[in-house]
């Protein structure tokens, strides 16, 4: 498979804070919603706890040597609210920041461009107890602690993102209780959902007076499809569907308006939000952050709630262990979809790759992991497709670097292309790493897989 991908192209892998890091609370850092939500009993396979993790606070420098050896020319990594402001404002922890500036010196000194993100789901616990993301003031101490943090990295970051995923955080978190900080509620998730996006914009703003380079949102996007012989309802469920998760957050931050759908989705539960402080949502981004996993092919299905549709299970297709489809024509047509929609804006793919079962090493240590490798030869030959069609494509980072805690699920489906023993928390590079690094060294050229070694003796 040959491709052609721009100068300059960022090829990474992404990570959050407390996924990896461990040692949530070392140096002053104030806890999380997820260092509480961890330990209410049920709440996490396994009862799983990022207490540990992969013990990256402590291996920063041992790890950024892998991505090193890995040829990766970014990394995406998050920063936690909590070491940078232990109460969530107000107080700056310098130890907690510290940790962060170490980080990206090392990184520069590896050749990797940093791309940081100010929220991945850790927000401080502190915030919680005054409402977290129901408060409406949450914009103004989002923007406090994001000023903080770009007067102290910007010179060295030349790419942020202001909140990762809005759309996970407002329903995993607010709406069906999944995620920290575990409440079940449309009300709430409705209000969750207007304060990200005026977090964000304000997030953007206090950007644009310190900082000098470029800021932009993540969203995870789901193409929503339909099957054979798709009824009339499944047509306006399929409409619900794509409202709620793909455009709910795009179109108020990008266009200034909430999709129609809104209403009738939540019902009694949609505030009626004042025209002007809709449109105060929409700020200029310099780029649109795309976390892509899966499709969805939906039908109508009147008991679910809030959206009325029922995933379809596609016969002969291959379903991670997350149980998602493995499209990568999608992220093609998403890519496509956000350049037509959202004015030509730039693109990184910010999040892309698969939990699949990992055999145990072999005897010689190597980890083959051909599912994951498949996975990233057709997504990212997915993301050359979207680049010849037009799309400003300019970044490509896989998730994960390393296998992680992935989050309610604990530490029982892998993303890594980099093996964890969560007991030694030993690092191997599986065979998805070499294969990713061939393609990084061939920037792109070529995606096809190295000759397997002749066999000896
Ligand atoms: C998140 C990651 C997560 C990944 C796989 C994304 O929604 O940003 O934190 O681990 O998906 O589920």
Same mark, same amino acid.
Not at 183 to 198: V, W
Not at 277 to 295: C, M
């Given at each position: 498979?040959?491709?052609?991908?721009? #100068?300059?192209?960022?090829?990474?892998?992404?990570?959050?804070?407390?996924?990896?890091?461990?040692?949530?609370?070392?140096?002053?850092?104030?806890?999380?919603?997820?260092?509480?939500?961890?330990?209410?009993?049920?709440?996490?396979?396994?009862?799983?706890?990022?207490?540990?993790?992969?013990?990256?606070?402590?291996?920063?420098?041992?790890?950024? #040597?892998?991505?090193?050896?890995?040829?990766?020319?970014?990394?995406?990594?998050?920063?936690?609210?909590?070491?940078?402001?232990?109460?969530?404002?107000?107080?700056?922890?310098?130890?907690?920041?510290?940790?962060?500036?170490?980080?990206?010196?090392?990184?520069?000194?590896?050749?990797?461009? &940093?791309?940081?993100?100010?929220?991945?789901?850790?927000? &401080? #616990?502190?915030?919680?107890?005054?409402?977290?993301?129901?408060?409406?003031?949450?914009?103004?101490?989002?923007?406090?602690?994001?000023?903080?943090?770009?007067?102290?990295?910007?010179?060295?970051?030349?790419?942020?993102?202001?909140?990762?995923?809005?759309?996970?955080?407002?329903?995993?978190?607010?709406?069906?209780?999944?995620?920290?900080?575990?409440?079940?509620?449309?009300?709430?998730?409705?209000?969750?959902?207007?304060?990200?996006?005026?977090?964000?914009?304000?997030?953007?703003?206090?950007?644009?007076?310190?900082?000098?380079?470029?800021?932009?949102?993540?969203?995870?996007?789901?193409?929503?499809?339909?099957?054979?012989?798709?009824?009339?309802?499944?047509?306006?469920?399929?409409?619900?569907?794509?409202?709620?998760?793909?455009?709910?957050?795009?179109?108020?931050?990008?266009?200034?308006?909430?999709?129609?759908?809104?209403?009738?989705?939540?019902?009694?539960?949609?505030?009626?939000? &004042?025209?002007?402080?809709?449109?105060?949502?929409?700020?200029?981004?310099?780029?649109?952050?795309?976390?892509?996993?899966?499709?969805?092919?939906?039908?109508?299905?009147?008991?679910?709630? &809030?959206?009325?549709?029922?995933?379809?299970?596609?016969?002969?297709?291959?379903?991670?262990?997350?149980?998602?489809?493995?499209?990568?024509?999608?992220?093609?047509?998403?890519?496509?979809?956000?350049?037509?929609?959202?004015?030509?804006?730039?693109?990184?793919?910010?999040?892309?790759?698969?939990?699949?079962?990992?055999?145990?090493?072999?005897?010689?240590?190597?980890?083959?992991?051909?599912?994951?490798?498949?996975?990233?030869?057709?997504?990212?030959?997915?993301?050359?497709?979207?680049?010849?069609?037009?799309?400003?494509?300019?970044?490509?980072?896989?998730?994960?670097?390393?296998?992680?805690?992935?989050? #309610?699920?604990?530490?029982?489906?892998?993303?890594?292309?980099?093996?964890?023993?969560?007991?030694?928390?030993?690092?191997?590079?599986?065979?998805?790493?070499?294969?990713?690094?061939?393609?990084?060294?061939?920037?792109?050229?070529?995606?096809?897989?190295?000759?397997?070694?002749?066999?000896?003796?």
């Amino acid at each position: 498979m040959n491709s052609t991908f721009p #100068a300059g192209f960022l090829w990474g892998c992404a990570t959050s804070a407390y996924q990896i890091e461990g040692a949530p609370l070392a140096d002053g850092a104030g806890p999380s919603i997820w260092h509480r939500f961890v330990r209410t009993p049920g709440r996490v396979t396994g009862g799983d706890t990022g207490d540990v993790a992969c013990g990256h606070y402590q291996r920063m420098r041992e790890d950024v #040597a892998l991505m090193r050896e890995l040829g990766l020319s970014a990394y995406r990594f998050s920063i936690a609210w909590g070491r940078v402001m232990p109460e969530g404002r107000g107080r700056i922890n310098a130890a907690g920041l510290g940790f962060y500036e170490r980080l990206v010196d090392e990184l520069l000194r590896a050749g990797i461009t &940093p791309m940081a993100t100010l929220y991945h789901w850790d927000l &401080p #616990a502190a915030l919680d107890d005054r409402g977290g993301w129901l408060n409406p003031d949450i914009a103004d101490w989002f923007a406090d602690y994001a000023s903080t943090v770009y007067r102290a990295l910007d010179d060295r970051v030349p790419l942020w993102t202001t909140i990762n995923e809005p759309w996970v955080v407002a329903d995993g978190g607010y709406m069906h209780g999944v995620l920290a900080p575990g409440h079940r509620s449309a009300h709430e998730a409705a209000i969750a959902a207007h304060h990200l996006l005026r977090a964000h914009a304000a997030g953007v703003a206090a950007y644009r007076a310190v900082g000098k380079h470029q800021v932009g949102l993540v969203v995870n996007i789901e193409p929503k499809h339909l099957g054979p012989h798709a009824t009339a309802s499944d047509h306006h469920a399929r409409e619900l569907a794509d409202a709620y998760m793909n455009r709910q957050y795009l179109d108020p931050a990008l266009r200034g308006s909430y999709p129609e759908e809104m209403q009738e989705i939540f019902g009694d539960a949609w505030p009626d939000w &004042p025209v002007h402080e809709v449109e105060a949502l929409k700020v200029p981004i310099d780029f649109i952050g795309l976390n892509y996993y899966t499709r969805s092919v939906v039908r109508h299905d009147a008991t679910v709630w &809030p959206v009325p549709t029922a995933a379809v299970r596609q016969a002969g297709a291959i379903y991670t262990e997350t149980a998602w489809e493995l499209h990568p024509a999608s992220l093609t047509e998403t890519l496509l979809w956000l350049h037509q929609r959202y004015g030509g804006l730039p693109l990184y793919v910010t999040e892309n790759g698969a939990a699949f079962y990992d055999p145990p090493a072999a005897i010689d240590g190597r980890i083959d992991d051909p599912l994951r490798v498949h996975y990233l030869r057709t997504h990212i030959g997915a993301v050359a497709e979207a680049i010849a069609q037009g799309a400003d494509v300019r970044g490509y980072c896989a998730w994960s670097l390393l296998d992680n805690l992935e989050w #309610a699920h604990g530490f029982s489906k892998r993303f890594g292309l980099v093996h964890v023993d969560f007991q030694t928390l030993v690092r191997t590079p599986k065979a998805s790493a070499r294969y990713y690094a061939g393609v990084i060294a061939r920037h792109g050229a070529s995606l096809d897989l190295p000759p397997a070694a002749p066999h000896t003796g």
